[in-house]
């Protein structure tokens, strides 16, 4: 992360509550608050391990940080 106050350190949490809300909250019922956080669970497990994302090749970040990591030698 950058320097106090630097804009650009809040763009990936705005990104995935912006997903969170268009793909998600919205298109769902939310009848009470633990159904919603049972849901947001569930969407942070989609958003990162399902998701296929177009700037990781069409892969979810698991497999793209597995590919990478398998490349690199990293372990």
Partial sequence: MGDVGACWDNA????????L???WLFKVPQPTRSHM????ALYMKYYNVERLYSANLDQSPIEFESSFRKV???T
């Fill in 12 to 19: 990936v949490v705005e990104r995935f509550i912006g997903s």
């Fill in 21 to 23: 809300k268009h793909d």
């Fill in 37 to 40: 956080r049972d849901d947001v």
């Fill in 72 to 74: 690199s030698g990293w």
